[in-house]
């Protein structure tokens, strides 16, 4: 195991900015950004910010969450910026930030959609490999890192993986002790 591959992380390590035009070829009849366009985007900019943490081949495991909270017209310039928000043994959940540029005059950033993504380290024959562990900085690093493992949790229970009783952190916010 390559020890420096194993040495804690920050999120902002793996910090991975991408930015893209929206042409009519990228667009629905209604001239805004198709949805699967933009997942297209995310997948590739969150594979990016996986590798950077992970320095070896990654893959795409699942798409946890989007939220399309606003159109995107044709014409928009849209930045993706991307950081690993937690690691664990061989996986990695990415956060996903879009934002728009508006075309008034104060060209104004606005955030209009969000997603995490879990990506898995894997060597050149396809079996996992560990990743590094991460060490959130920001407060936002803190609390999309807090909610990584309760997000996990709950994919490990729906996925018949993980038995509820066993999910300590999602039991914590419903379960006095």
Not at 50 to 73: G, Q, Y
Request: proline content about 5%; some cysteine; aromatic content about 6%.
């Amino acid at each position: 195991m390559d020890l420096q591959r194993m040495k804690a992380k920050h999120p902002s390590d793996s910090l991975t900015i991408m930015t893209e035009l929206v042409l009519p070829n990228d667009t629905n009849n209604l001239n805004n950004l198709f949805g699967g366009q933009l997942l297209s985007w995310m997948d590739r900019c969150s594979a990016i910010a996986a590798h950077r943490h992970s320095k070896t081949i990654v893959v795409t495991a699942s798409v946890n969450n989007v939220s399309f909270k606003k159109s995107i017209p044709q014409g928009t310039i849209l930045t993706m910026e991307a950081k690993v928000s937690r690691a664990f043994t061989s996986s990695m959940e990415i956060y996903v930030d879009v934002f728009t540029e508006s075309d008034d005059e104060t060209h104004e950033r606005v955030k209009s959609n969000e997603a995490m993504y879990t990506f898995v380290a894997v060597d050149s024959k396809g079996k996992s490999c560990p990743v590094p562990p991460i060490i959130p900085v920001t407060e936002e690093d803190k609390i999309r890192f807090d909610g990584a493992l309760r997000r996990r949790q709950l994919a490990l229970i729906l996925s018949g993986k993980m038995e509820p009783s066993e999910a300590t952190e999602l039991r914590a916010l419903f379960v006095e002790d």
